[in-house]
């Protein structure tokens, strides 16, 4: 088990950071000091109890052009009783920033997650794999993905990861220059959703969305 990537954790509480959750979410500048006292009294939370785990997948195919490794990212349960106390005390817009912060760092978890396993490997990430996600992938594969990777996230009966800011999957590598991750988002065909996020090549725009498992 390793600490949650320190160099995301270190640039939470910068004014480009908090600016891009601004504008991502639509927040107005007079909200700025709300989004900043809600990330620290985030920060020290997840300092203490954020991790990420990650072990080969128990059934690897197609060995010789692809290889599957389990992961799991957890931002702790602190999150969870911060989040519950703002409920309690009437604070909805804190909790939903709290919601859109995690979201946030767990997003850009993904990239430092793909950069640590091709270090770990030696293969680089080709896409991903979440339990629920088609026939291959059955939501039911959850308690046992975790049982493989750590004690410190569980599921409910509805398959709900508890500490609630976490996320679980399979991650596909490969050696193929010419296959790589695009990122979270990518081949999604959700206009709709909020969470959605774009990424330019050339001069063209490519769109997708953010899918949340936490």
């Not at 109890?49 to 990650?54: T, V």
């Not at 993904?110 to 030696?122: E, P």
């Not at 990518?186 to 997708?208: F, H, L, Q, W, Y």
Request: aromatic letters at 12%; a negative charge.
């Amino acid at each position: 088990m390793a600490v949650f990537f320190p160099e995301i954790l270190d640039d939470f509480l910068s004014p480009s950071f908090l600016a891009g959750i601004r504008r991502k979410f639509h927040y107005g500048e007079e909200q700025d000091g709300e989004l900043w006292e809600v990330a620290g009294e985030m920060l020290p939370r997840i300092r203490e109890e954020a991790f990420w785990e990650s072990r080969a997948h128990a059934f690897q195919t197609k060995a010789d052009a692809v290889r599957y490794e389990d992961v799991a990212m957890s931002l702790g349960s602190g999150l969870d009783r911060l989040q519950e106390w703002y409920h309690k005390e009437g604070l909805l817009s804190k909790s939903y920033m709290l919601e859109v912060l995690a979201g946030e760092l767990l997003m850009r978890g993904y990239g430092a997650c793909n950069d640590a396993l091709s270090r770990k490997t030696g293969w680089h990430v080709a896409g991903y794999h979440f339990p629920g996600n088609g026939e291959d992938f059955p939501l039911e594969m959850l308690p046992r993905l975790l049982d493989r990777l750590t004690l410190k996230i569980r599921c409910n009966a509805a398959f709900c990861m508890i500490p609630q800011k976490s996320v679980a999957f399979i991650a596909e590598l490969t050696k193929d220059e010419n296959i790589r991750c695009q990122g979270i988002c990518a081949g999604c065909s959700n206009g709709n959703c909020p969470g959605r996020v774009t990424r330019k090549i050339g001069n063209e725009v490519e769109n997708g969305t953010f899918v949340s498992f936490f």
